[in-house]
Structure formats: structure tokens, C-alpha cells
């Protein structure tokens, strides 16, 4: 059985400081989904990541995977009162299906 | 609109009554899948479909779930003899398996069983 492990669970920080959450997993990830949701509503993709020490960057988001695709992180500079939200990360994990498992998230709050 | 539409939005209802939620996915995506995500948690996986087959179900499912998907478009989730137990958000996505597979989320069906 898969499973993910994200921390923190929390994060309440102020507008201008960074951050980063992590995502660990016991298997090896086929691929790699981070999501932002925001209350009453559906996850929205932020990026895949599907390559061992991939980095993707996605304006103040960077998205790193680890060599031996176990691992991810998200950092975000500068936040922003506008990226409080769940943010979720989820993996597949081989076979044909494409079914996600999913982190229990990380939900942040930007104080102005 | 051409993303991923959920029917209704909110429901609520007493126990031991049948509610049955619709997801519309995206035109020409041949999976679909359904997540059940409660409060403070990430989604669960409950079931898929790759056009009007369902081939794989979760544990999560019991005997009072049942999905349908009958034309491999739109699909239909439905709880029997609702529990209290059962009150979570519902999520529907779809996908189109490329080189890679995304998975596009719908806004959910909230439900409240009373």
C-alpha cells in the first residue's frame, strides 16, 4: 500500500517570507501532481513532475523531485495572501491505471 | 465552460436516503474517475472508468455505492441508505491518456447527511 506523507500540515506565515512543503512516499512514484484547492472547490493542477531531480519552475513555485523519485518539494518565495490554500501533493505509482494518491495536504495561510 | 461539471453542488439529506451526483467530463476524455475527499484530508480514490468500463473499484466502495457510466461521457455515483458516515466531498476528474496522463478536477458535489 502507498502512502504519502506531507508536511507540515499547517503553515501560517507572513506576505514576503518563504516556504517550502514536502512530500515523501515509502514507494517509487511513476509521476508526480502537485494541486492548490480552495475551499468548496475541486483541486487545480500546479504541475507534473515525472523525471528523477527534475525542477520545474511555475512563476514564485518551484517544484523539485527527488533522484530516486521517492520525494517532491514545493517551495514558494515571496508569498503572497493569494496562494492561501490547500495545496496537495499526489502520485501514481506504476500499472495502467492512473489512479492518484494522494498527501493529506498542507494548508497555508499569507497574513498581509 | 468545457471543463470538468458536477451535478449538484451541495446536497443534503437524511440518513437512510439514496442521493445520486452526475459528472460531466471533458469532451473526448475517456477516463473518469471518482475521489470522496472529507474535511482536513487529501481525496480518496473510489473508483475509475476508461470509457463505459469500470475497472477498478476501491475497498472505499461498499455495497451501498454504485457508478455507472454507461455511454463512456458523462457518469453517475450513488449512495444507498446514505450514512452520516458519508458525508464528504465527492470529486470527478477526467483525462485523456497521452504521453502522460492529467487528471482535471470538477468542483465537487458537497454532501451533508442529517
Known amino acids: 500500500t502507498q502512502l504519502l506523507e506531507q508536511s507540515p500540515q499547517f503553515l501560517s506565515i507572513q506576505e514576503g517570507e518563504n516556504l517550502t512543503v514536502y512530500c515523501n512516499s515509502s514507494?517509487?512514484?511513476?509521476?508526480l501532481q502537485w494541486y492548490r484547492q480552495e475551499p468548496g472547490e475541486g483541486p487545480v493542477l500546479l504541475v507534473t513532475?515525472?523525471?528523477?531531480?527534475e525542477v520545474k519552475k511555475l512563476k514564485r513555485l518551484t517544484f523539485q523531485f527527488g533522484d530516486a523519485r521517492k520525494d517532491s518539494s514545493l517551495h514558494i518565495t515571496a508569498a503572497q495572501p493569494g496562494d492561501t490554500g490547500l495545496y496537495l501533493c499526489?502520485?501514481?505509482?506504476?500499472?495502467?491505471?492512473?489512479?492518484?494518491?494522494f498527501g493529506q495536504g498542507t494548508t497555508l495561510q499569507v497574513k498581509p | 465552460d468545457t471543463g470538468v461539471s458536477q451535478d449538484p453542488r451541495h446536497k443534503i439529506t437524511k440518513r437512510g436516503q439514496n442521493v445520486t451526483f452526475r459528472c460531466d467530463p471533458i469532451s473526448e476524455h475517456n477516463r473518469l474517475y471518482w475521489y470522496r475527499q472529507t474535511l482536513g484530508q487529501g481525496p480518496e480514490f473510489l473508483t475509475y472508468?476508461?470509457?463505459?468500463?469500470?475497472?477498478?473499484k476501491s475497498r472505499l466502495l461498499s455495497d451501498r455505492f454504485s457508478a455507472e457510466r454507461p455511454k463512456g461521457s458523462f457518469s453517475t455515483l450513488e449512495i444507498q441508505r446514505t450514512e452520516q458516515g458519508d458525508s464528504a466531498m465527492y470529486l470527478c476528474a477526467s483525462s485523456i491518456v497521452v504521453v502522460q496522463e492529467t487528471q482535471y478536477f470538477g468542483p465537487g458535489t458537497r454532501l451533508l447527511v442529517l
Open positions: 472508468f476508461q470509457n463505459e468500463a469500470q475497472l477498478e
Open positions: 499526489a502520485g501514481t505509482f506504476g500499472g495502467n491505471t492512473g489512479k492518484l494518491i
Open positions: 513532475v515525472v523525471t528523477g531531480g
Open positions: 514507494s517509487v512514484f511513476s509521476s
